[in-house]
């Protein structure tokens, strides 16, 4: 039966529109997220124009190139420091290094040199309800500089 123009179908539409609106438990509605992926690919001795989408022609970076193509692209930019530590220090937590005597090239043993109270970025983002996590070199210190690198790593406090 076909109720599109008949009184029968706009009556039984009008009953079904006011019992949905009347409910008593609203219900929560989820909007969905219009926030930008955000990947951050921090990598030592790798320049500019090392990347083929940058004009590199030394290294072909298909993948790279294809998350730059599709994204935006970076072409001014600046490090608060020519080695590894004192720069991922630095991105993460937006201090510059020479601020913390402990913000330099570090041994695998170290103790961890950004507080677990300290804002970073990706606590910045986690509360703008981005899930955020790190692959790869972290060189900053874990946890209080006694590591048992066979075990699973929790984070303290200093």
């Known amino acids: 039966m076909n109720f599109k123009n008949t009184s029968f179908g706009c009556l039984a539409l009008a009953t079904l529109s006011t019992t ?9 509605v989820e ?19 090392d990347l083929s989408c940058y004009g590199g022609v030394g290294l072909k ?7 730059a193509n599709a994204g935006v692209r970076f072409t001014n930019g600046y490090a608060t420091s020519a080695t590894c530590t004192p720069s991922r220090y630095g991105l993460l937590t937006g201090v510059y290094p020479w601020r913390n005597k402990d913000a330099k090239i570090l041994p695998g043993t170290a103790p961890l040199i950004i507080d677990t109270a300290q804002v970073t970025l990706p606590k910045m983002f986690k509360k703008q309800d981005y899930q955020t996590a790190v692959v790869g070199k972290w060189h900053l210190g874990m946890g209080t500089g006694l590591v048992d690198w066979n075990r699973h790593y929790f984070p303290r406090s200093k």
Do not use: E
């Not at 949905?20 to 929560?28: A, D, L, N, V, Y």
């Not at 970076?61 to 998350?67: G, H, R, V, Y």
């Open 31 to 49: 909007k969905p997220l219009n926030k930008p992926n955000v990947v951050v690919i921090y990598l030592d001795d790798l320049g500019y124009g």
């Open 61 to 67: 970076t298909p993948n790279i190139d294809a998350l």
């Open 20 to 28: 949905i609106g009347c409910q008593t438990t609203p219900k929560k």
